[in-house]
């Protein structure tokens, strides 16, 4: 399976299975529109009749001839021998878990999945008893891997900061007994963000997650306190500090764009400009009939601004003054692994979430939807059953993603947007693949321009 797509004026063809890019000239592309993937040593005689009216004799033969060299190396129309993969990994450890330590914030943001704070269960804090024990069952749960990954997340994480603190403290107290190495993360809307808090942050965590949409405009008009008041100015300084103080440690600054900032480059503009060099703005993930959601008529406006974005980045990076953006950052030498490929996340089987009381979900965007309460940490218990279904959730069992020439890419796409829009965690949201995809390719292009 191949992909073939111009785009700012390349001629760039992705073969699936291999991974393998090439930017090829204008008779290849039209030679690869007459072939298929049983490519013989010549071209035929009335596929090359077709092209001399193009092209010259000799230039067609030159172009065939690379592209069957390709063929031969396994680098155009390779097979897939991928699918023997999505068999292992079906029952494995908890390598990774999104503590839930605060369904409360202090922000009221219209677009927010988790029903602004509490995901829909009402507001608490959890207790530093069931924080160790989501501890004690992460190690429990995690076989022989070393590296285990843990993200403090709300809510706002913050209003529960001591319990955080305690929490890093005695997972550092046990991790060598038990020969593992926590990689911590935090997610924060900034607001409570001060001195204290940014040292450890700084010290304990591997990476860490600001919320900013952009302009102060664009933030300002969803991102609320519950008093209905915007809060940029309460937080780009916190970040400024806290990034000026990170070294060479890993962070973003993570956005949303929603239908009132289709021109979303200027808000990735804005992040910049204010010192922010790490960088993320995602779609809005909402119910269509939203007046600030993404829909259908919107695709192609939203595909003009990652192109717009793309052509932003490839002039900066020219110049030798640029920003890395998340969705454009992607590996075509190696990438993940064939297992990360095939699952993606792998929410529900290597990763969980656990809410303040000990509940135990497949990730946090399935937190408050009783089907999926995979039992509490409190008393060790998970739902195999379900770890089961996700565990067989990968591109071979989506039957939309089989012959997708991203699949490799999305990995399938995000289960819990699969089964919010979709009702099936194996039916992957259109919306949301098609941005995707659009985003892969201008990542792609951004990649042919800049090497």
């Known amino acids: 399976m191949i992909h073939k797509y111009k785009l700012n004026g390349y001629n760039i063809v992705l073969d699936v299975n291999s991974g393998a890019v090439h930017v090829i ?151 060598k007994q038990y020969n593992k190495n926590f990689r911590f993360t935090i997610t924060t809307n900034g607001l409570l963000l001060d001195d204290d808090k940014i040292n450890f942050i700084n010290e304990e965590m591997s990476n860490v997650v600001l919320s900013l949409d952009g302009r102060k405009e664009i933030n300002d008009k969803l991102r609320v306190t519950p008093n209905g008041k915007g809060c940029y100015n309460a937080i780009v300084e916190n970040y400024k500090k806290l990034i000026s103080k990170r070294g060479n440690k890993d962070y973003y600054v993570r956005g949303t764009f929603t239908k009132h900032n289709l021109d979303f480059t200027k808000d990735i503009l804005h992040m910049y400009e204010l010192g922010f060099k790490q960088l993320s703005i995602e779609p809005v993930v909402s119910d269509p009939n939203l007046e600030y959601s993404i829909r259908e008529e919107d695709l192609e406006r939203v595909f003009q601004e990652y192109e717009t974005l793309a052509n932003e980045i490839i002039s900066r990076k020219k110049k030798g003054d640029c920003f890395n953006f998340f969705h454009f950052m992607i590996d075509l030498d190696q990438g993940p692994c064939a297992i990360k490929r095939l699952r993606g996340c792998s929410c529900g089987n290597e990763y969980v979430a656990v809410t303040p009381n000990g509940d135990i979900f497949p990730c946090h965007q399935f937190v408050g939807n009783s089907n999926f309460k995979m039992g509490n940490i409190n008393n060790s218990n998970i739902d195999h059953k379900i770890k089961k279904t996700f565990s067989n959730a990968n591109i071979y069992s989506k039957e939309s993603c089989k012959n997708c020439w991203a699949k490799f890419f999305c990995s399938g796409g995000c289960n819990a947007n699969n089964f919010q829009f979709e009702g099936n965690i194996l039916k992957p949201h259109r919306i949301a693949c098609e941005l995707e995809k659009k985003r892969l390719e201008c990542a792609i292009m951004v990649k042919a321009a800049t090497l």
């Open 25 to 175: 000239d204008d008779v290849a592309y039209d030679i690869l529109d007459l072939v298929d993937e049983s490519l013989g040593e010549t071209i035929s005689q009335n596929k090359l009749v077709k092209l001399k009216e193009k092209y010259e004799e000799d230039d067609i033969n030159t172009a065939y001839n690379e592209l069957y060299s390709l063929y031969k190396d396994e680098q155009l129309f390779s097979s897939d021998n991928y699918e023997e993969y999505a068999k292992m990994m079906t029952n494995a450890p908890i390598k990774s878990m999104c503590l839930n330590v605060a369904h409360d914030c202090n922000l009221r943001c219209e677009y927010c999945f988790a029903a602004k704070g509490d995901f829909g269960t009402g507001r608490e804090l959890m207790s530093l008893d069931t924080g160790k024990n989501a501890i004690d069952f992460l190690i429990q749960n995690s076989g022989t891997r070393h590296n285990l990954e843990l993200d403090f997340f709300g809510g706002e994480p913050l209003m529960n900061f001591d319990v955080v603190k305690e929490i890093v403290k005695y997972a550092r107290s046990i991790e």
